[in-house]
C-alpha cells in the first residue's frame, strides 16, 4: 500500500480525533495534536454549543480564529492544518452523535466540551422492529446535507470529514449498557440492532462522499472507531462485530481502524481478517513489534494520552517515542485532547523531539 492509499490521524481546531488521506511525505514518527474545545474556550472565548454545530457560517469564522491562535502559539507547526490553505467547515460537526441522532436519540451540548448522546436509550420492543432510517426523509440526516451544500456553495469545495463512529459505538448509544448482556441473552436482537446501525453507517457515508463529490472534495475511505472493543472479549468481537467491520470494509476503497489508547492486542489477529485497512492506531502498551508485523503497508498510529503529555517528564517521553520508533515505526504520535493547562511549551517539546528522532531514521 503506497502512501497515497495510506490514511493518517487529522485533528481539525475543536474536533474529536479523524483520519485523513495521506498526500504528502510522512515523518518517521508525524505528530498530530489536537486540543479539547474548553481548551479553546478559555483562550478564545468560543461557544462549542447547539449553533457551533448547526452553523457552518458560525463554525467557518470560529475556524479561522483557532487556526490564528494556533499559529501565534506554535509557529510553523501546522497543528490541526492540512496541507491546503483550504478551511475545514466539515469535521467535529455533531462530534460522535450523528448516527444516534439519525435514529432519533437527542444531542446534548456544551459550551465547552463535544456534544454527547442523551441517555435515552431503545426498549427491548423497539428495538425488535428496527430498521435503518430512511436518509432522504430523516430531518437530522437532511439538515446535516443542508450544511454541506452551504459548505460547497460558500467555500467551492467540502473539505473535511465526518465522525460516524463504529458499530459498537453507535448500538452502545441506543441500548445503553445494555448492550453487553444483550450479546448473552438476545444475540440474534442484537445482531439485529449492529446490522441496522452498520447500514446506516454506510448509507450515510456514501449519501456525504456524493455531495462532496459535486463540489470537488471526493472520498472514498471510512474510519470505523472501535473506542468500546475493550469492553468485549475476542470471540465477542469476532461473532458480533467483526462481520460488520468486514462489511464496511467491503463497501469502501479502504478504511482505518481506531482503538482509543487501549491495548489491542487481543485483536490484532482478527483485525488481518479485514480487508484493505490503511490506518490502525492504539495504545503504547499493545504488541508495537507484532502489529508492524501484521500490518506492514499500513499507517499506523500510537494514541499518546493527554496525561502523559502533561505529566510525565520529558526524559520518559523520549524513551516512550524512542521505543515507539523503534518497534513501531514509521507512525504518526497522536496527542488528542490535550486539556487546557497544559503548557504550550510541553507541546513545542514532544513535537521538537519527533523531529529529532525521526531525523536518526531518515
Excluded at 454506510?202 to 475493550?230: D, M, P, R, W
Excluded at 489508547?261 to 513489534?289: C, F, Q
Amino acid at each position: 500500500m503506497n502512501p497515497t492509499q495510506q490514511l493518517i490521524s487529522y485533528i481539525a481546531p475543536a474536533a474529536p480525533a479523524t483520519r485523513r488521506p495521506a498526500t504528502e511525505n510522512l515523518h518517521f514518527l508525524r505528530p498530530e495534536i489536537g486540543f479539547t474545545p474548553k481548551w479553546y474556550h478559555k483562550a478564545l472565548n468560543i461557544n462549542f454549543g447547539k449553533k457551533w454545530h448547526s452553523n457552518p457560517n458560525y463554525r467557518r469564522q470560529t475556524r479561522i480564529l483557532m487556526v490564528k491562535e494556533l499559529n501565534k502559539r506554535f509557529p510553523k507547526s501546522q497543528i490541526a492544518q492540512m496541507e491546503t490553505a483550504d478551511i475545514d467547515v466539515l469535521t467535529g460537526t455533531y462530534g460522535a452523535s450523528a448516527i444516534a441522532a439519525i435514529y432519533g436519540i437527542p444531542i446534548k451540548y456544551d459550551k465547552e466540551q463535544w456534544p454527547t448522546s442523551e441517555h435515552q436509550y431503545l426498549s427491548e420492543a423497539e428495538l425488535e422492529n428496527l430498521s435503518p432510517p430512511d436518509l432522504d426523509q430523516n430531518i437530522f440526516f437532511q439538515s446535516l446535507m443542508d450544511q454541506v451544500d452551504w459548505i460547497g456553495k460558500n467555500e467551492g469545495k467540502v473539505i473535511g470529514f465526518m465522525n460516524w463512529q463504529g458499530v459498537l459505538n453507535n448500538a452502545q448509544r441506543l441500548r445503553g449498557q445494555d448492550i453487553f448482556m444483550d450479546m448473552y441473552l438476545a444475540p440474534e436482537r442484537t445482531k439485529h440492532l449492529l446490522d441496522c446501525v452498520c447500514t446506516t453507517m454506510i448509507e450515510a457515508a456514501k449519501q456525504l462522499h456524493q455531495n462532496q463529490k459535486k463540489y470537488a472534495g471526493t472520498q472514498t475511505f471510512f474510519t470505523i472507531s472501535n473506542c468500546l472493543v475493550n469492553m468485549v472479549n475476542p470471540e465477542l468481537y469476532e461473532e458480533f462485530l467483526l462481520p460488520f467491520d468486514q462489511k464496511i470494509a467491503a463497501s469502501f476503497d479502504v478504511i482505518g481502524i481506531h482503538n482509543c489508547a487501549w491495548n489491542a492486542n487481543p485483536y490484532l489477529d482478527h483485525y488481518t481478517k479485514i480487508p484493505r485497512v490503511a490506518y490502525l492506531d492504539m495504545g503504547i502498551g499493545s504488541n508495537l513489534e507484532k502489529t508492524r508485523s501484521l500490518f506492514p503497508n499500513t499507517r499506523r498510529s500510537i494514541m499518546y494520552t493527554p496525561m502523559d503529555v502533561a505529566n510525565k517528564k520529558i526524559s520518559e517521553i523520549r524513551l516512550d517515542l524512542e521505543q515507539i520508533a523503534r518497534n513501531y515505526g514509521p507512525c504518526d504520535v497522536v496527542a488528542a485532547d490535550i486539556e487546557y493547562g497544559t503548557p504550550d511549551e510541553r507541546v513545542t517539546e514532544l513535537i521538537d523531539l519527533c523531529k529529532i528522532i525521526s531525523d536518526e531514521y531518515e
